[in-house]
């Protein structure tokens, strides 16, 4: 049986970090998700295509506002305060780029399937070295921003910039 995303977990109210690393756990149990779905040999058609839909979704629109909002909202309030601390962000908004070709492909992998539950068995090498290769990398990029990033947001951005950022976060989402 597939893995089941439960439902979203309440943000916890302005605190910008906790909210951002929300999002990390959102990207790590959709990964856990896509891998589930490269191995489901026994799964019923219903939930291989339910699964394919949510993994796809998730990646076609959750991913890209996390990346802008940490593109366009908390990298230019942080750079420029410390080497360290730029190299991360450089990194991050250079691996976003690198990402997208694959996350591009992991989403039509995911709607085929969705479209035809049985094409998994076929996808399913396709699907597993791309799962498996773009989990190696989402967890190298989250662990770099949770060890360097997150402390800085709390070290170096005062309480009303973190409340902007998280009323920047929340704009994305509502449009």
Excluded: N, Q, W
């Excluded at 690393?21 to 896509?34: M, N, T, Y």
């Excluded at 026994?42 to 949510?54: D, H, I, K, N, T």
């Excluded at 973190?162 to 509502?174: D, F, N, Q, T, Y």
């Amino acid at each position: 049986m597939l893995t089941r995303i439960g439902k979203k977990s309440a943000p916890r109210d302005d605190d910008l970090v906790a909210l951002l690393g929300d999002c990390h756990a959102r990207i790590r149990s959709f990964v856990a998700l896509g891998r589930a779905l490269a191995s489901a040999d026994a799964a019923e058609a219903a939930e291989v295509a339910a699964s394919a839909a949510a993994v796809a979704r998730y990646f076609e629109l959750a991913l890209p506002l996390h990346a802008e909002d940490e593109d366009a909202s908390l990298a230019p309030r942080l750079r420029g305060r410390d080497a360290e601390l730029d190299a991360a962000l450089d990194a991050m908004g250079t691996e976003h780029r690198e990402h997208a070709p694959r996350v591009t492909r992991l989403c039509e992998l995911c709607r085929a399937i969705e479209r035809e539950p049985a094409s998994r068995a076929t996808l399913a090498p396709e699907l597993a070295a791309l799962v498996d290769s773009l989990g190696r990398d989402f967890e190298a990029h989250l662990e770099r921003e949770e060890r360097v990033v997150f402390p800085a947001i709390d070290a170096r951005l005062d309480a009303a910039v973190r409340g902007a950022i998280v009323g920047e976060l929340r704009a994305r989402r509502a449009r």
